[in-house]
């Protein structure tokens, strides 16, 4: 069984702190993506990796980078956290190199920056 | 760039009726159709996919049709039930790429 876990569920910062929000998936995946979910907008791709050390920009990526030094383990980062970064952001990882596959989420972690 | 509209945003029917959800794509290159739902509080699921070199696709009260012609793709469910309440995505991606465009989510409600 496929498991994705999320270093928090709920976390809160203040404008201006560096967050650091972490993902690990246990099934050898070689695609890992980072989504953040918003009420009426879906789930919108900020970054994805396709292998170690690759990083690729989604489609919100300004305000955001990423790291990915270790297969399982991919890292979200906000360097200088912004109240428009309130969100719940999901990390996802699917097999293969089709990108077809199905993606795995984790439960989400909860941000609200004060 | 590629976009997937879903409609409607919210949906309220009766147990035991059926619901459809329809969305659009706008990337003619994609060939791979997801469906995820998410359940309140819960982490989003793949419930059914179809690939676009079949028509329609059923696994028991779920099905999904795709017309590839129209870039048109449905979910539908069949004697709706009040655990089937939940938010459902759609999502288009392709061979070759990465990402996987999701719409904006149907929040099914089911009224026993």
């Known amino acids: 069984d496929v498991k994705v876990t999320q270093s928090s569920r709920y976390l809160v910062k203040r404008t201006g702190e560096k967050v650091f929000l972490e993902c690990v998936q246990d099934?050898?995946?070689?695609?890992m993506f980072w989504y953040r979910q918003d009420p009426g907008l879906g789930l919108r791709l900020i970054y994805f990796?396709?292998?170690?050390?690759?990083?690729e920009k989604g489609d919100i990526p300004e305000g955001y980078s990423v790291s990915r030094e270790k297969k399982e383990r991919f890292s979200l980062i906000l360097e200088s956290a912004s109240t428009n970064q309130t969100s719940m952001y999901l990390c996802?990882?699917?097999?293969?190199?089709?990108?077809?596959?199905?993606?795995?989420f984790g439960p989400g972690t909860r941000l609200t920056v004060l | 760039g590629e976009n997937v509209e879903q409609h409607p945003s919210t949906l309220s029917v009766q147990e035991g009726d059926s619901a459809v959800i329809k969305c659009t794509y706008s990337?003619?290159?994609?060939?791979?159709f997801p469906w995820y739902k998410q359940e309140l509080g819960k982490r989003p699921q793949l419930i059914i996919d179809?690939?676009?070199?079949?028509g329609e696709k059923k696994d028991q009260r779920i099905a999904v049709t795709l017309n590839k012609t129209a870039k048109h793709f449905s979910l539908h469910i069949t004697e709706t039930q009040p655990e089937d309440s939940a938010v459902y995505f759609c999502?288009?991606?392709?061979?070759?790429?990465?990402?996987?465009?999701f719409g904006a989510g149907t929040r099914l409600f089911v009224k026993a």
């Open positions: 996802a990882s699917s097999s293969g190199t089709r990108g077809t596959n199905e993606q795995f």
């Open positions: 099934m050898d995946h070689e695609n």
């Open positions: 990796s396709y292998d170690v050390k690759m990083k």
């Open positions: 990337d003619s290159a994609s060939n791979y």
């Open positions: 179809i690939r676009s070199n079949v």
């Open positions: 999502a288009a991606s392709r061979s070759g790429g990465f990402k996987t465009i």
